[in-house]
């Protein structure tokens, strides 16, 4: 096992206006489970590539353990990978595409069915082994192509979006396999996807990356609860963060028609940056959800446009008057209540949960929280 290290890694591609992977600092722990995340083309499999040496880095070094393996050949990098189509021999069994790359090392052929047998058991493969690849299933294959990767014994393994040509339920099942499995053998990983639900529940720590660019970099608790700007909280979360673009006032701002008092810092930051707006996050189950009736509790007034019952939970998808424009707001809500698309609701933002960004640099401002106006001192007397 090893640690990895990016070090100002950058990748150029011929005809880009801008890096693939710009300038990339990442330090991954021993036996750590690193998630890189991000949306098409925002650099993480590049990322992953310039690791196992299928890319070459243009400028900056990437280290596994001690060890400079920046213009080291593939083969000399002792790392397996597992890619997004599996890549299995068709004409081969299971046990024979395990065992291939130890065949090809010239590894006794006792020593591979050792090592074959070690990692069928470990993934549960023993009944599969004589059973070429077209005989297999999604899950099956896949599983294949991770004991292959296994019986390598490697520093650090690598994983591309392994799980994107399965069915849902799959893929519920084999993340959660996947994650058991790296705790197990405790190798460094490092697992590429586009799907935050992954990122959020499989790694130790997730980067986040956008155009080349590594936004943010912690736990997956940490990167939910406090995201480092506004792509970080618009991408990470499902259903994804309502963002508003909003107006500041004298006392602080105003969401539709209900006032939000700002704490001072967030006054201070805002002002001294010269920017008449804020930008406001609120994840769906921030929102308290208020009764038709209960017109004493300013709230902002929105519309019911489509019902997603979950069972657990219902996801409302709501409109409202937000400045001079219409806003798309989801709401999270008991499950099997009665919601009916064109129904008025009345919501109300936990004021200790919001999130507060800049609208210039789309940056984290500092002591977030907003309330109704009136509800607290925050703002300045």
């Known amino acids: 096992m090893a640690s990895v290290t990016f070090d100002r890694a950058t990748r150029c591609f011929p005809g880009m206006d801008r890096p693939a992977v710009?300038?990339?600092?990442?330090?991954?722990?021993?036996?750590?489970?690193?998630?890189?995340?991000?949306?098409?083309?925002?650099?993480?499999?590049?990322?992953?590539?310039?690791?196992?040496g299928l890319e070459e880095v243009d400028s900056g070094?990437?280290?596994?353990?001690?060890?400079?393996v920046t213009r080291l050949p593939p083969k000399d990098r002792d790392i397996a990978m597992v890619f997004q189509n599996?890549?299995?021999?068709?004409?081969?069994?299971?046990?024979?595409n395990m065992g291939f790359a130890l065949k090809i090392a010239k590894m006794r052929?006792?020593?591979?069915?050792?090592?074959?047998?070690?990692?069928?058991?470990?993934?549960?493969?023993?009944?599969?082994?004589?059973?070429?690849?077209?005989?297999?299933?999604?899950?099956q294959r896949q599983r294949v192509a991770m004991g292959r990767a296994i019986v390598r014994e490697p520093r650090v393994f690598l994983m591309d979006e392994p799980l994107s040509n399965l069915d849902a339920k799959l893929r519920v099942q084999t993340r959660t396999q996947i994650a058991s499995l790296q705790r197990r053998l405790?190798?460094?990983?490092?697992?590429?996807?586009?799907?935050?639900?992954?990122?959020?529940?499989?790694?130790?720590?997730?980067?986040?990356?956008?155009?080349?660019?590594?936004?943010q970099v912690g736990?997956?608790?940490?990167?939910?609860?406090?995201?480092?700007?506004?792509?970080?909280?618009?991408?990470?979360?499902?259903?994804?963060?309502?963002?508003?673009?909003?107006?500041?006032?004298?006392?602080?701002?105003?969401?539709?028609?209900?006032?939000?008092?700002?704490p001072r810092s967030v006054l201070a930051a805002v002002h001294e940056e010269g920017a008449p707006e804020i930008v406001l996050g609120v994840r769906p189950e921030q929102f308290t959800l208020l009764?038709?009736?209960?017109?004493?509790?300013?709230?902002?007034?929105?519309?019911?446009?489509?019902?997603?019952?979950?069972?657990?939970?219902?996801?409302?998808?709501?409109?409202?008057?937000?400045?001079?424009?219409?806003?798309?707001?989801?709401?999270?809500?008991?499950?099997?209540g009665r919601w009916e698309k064109g129904s008025p609701l009345r919501i109300v933002p936990h004021g200790d949960d919001v999130h507060l960004f800049s609208a210039q640099t789309g940056l984290r401002l500092?002591?977030?929280?907003?309330?109704?106006?009136?509800?607290?001192?925050?703002?300045p007397g």
């Open 186 to 215: 405790g190798t460094t990983t490092v697992y590429v996807t586009h799907d935050q639900v992954e990122a959020l529940t499989m790694g130790d720590r997730v980067a986040v990356l956008k155009d080349g660019v590594l936004q």
């Open 22 to 52: 710009r300038a990339l600092e990442l330090d991954i722990s021993d036996g750590e489970f690193m998630v890189l995340v991000g949306p098409s083309g925002c650099g993480k499999s590049t990322s992953l590539r310039m690791l196992a």
């Open 291 to 336: 009764s038709t009736e209960d017109l004493e509790t300013s709230a902002l007034e929105v519309v019911i446009d489509a019902v997603e019952d979950t069972g657990a939970v219902t996801y409302l998808h709501t409109t409202a008057k937000v400045g001079q424009e219409l806003a798309q707001i989801v709401v999270r809500a008991p499950g099997r």
């Open 366 to 379: 500092p002591d977030d929280g907003a309330l109704p106006a009136g509800t607290d001192d925050r703002t």
């Open 61 to 68: 070094t990437i280290r596994i353990g001690d060890r400079d």
């Open 219 to 262: 736990s997956p608790r940490e990167v939910f609860r406090q995201p480092a700007n506004a792509f970080v909280a618009g991408f990470i979360g499902s259903p994804a963060m309502n963002l508003f673009r909003l107006t500041l006032t004298a006392d602080g701002t105003a969401l539709g028609d209900l006032p939000l008092a700002l």
């Open 109 to 139: 052929k006792s020593d591979i069915r050792g090592r074959v047998a070690e990692a069928a058991g470990i993934l549960d493969l023993g009944d599969y082994l004589d059973r070429k690849p077209k005989s297999l299933s999604g899950g």
């Open 86 to 96: 599996y890549a299995l021999y068709p004409h081969m069994t299971a046990a024979d």
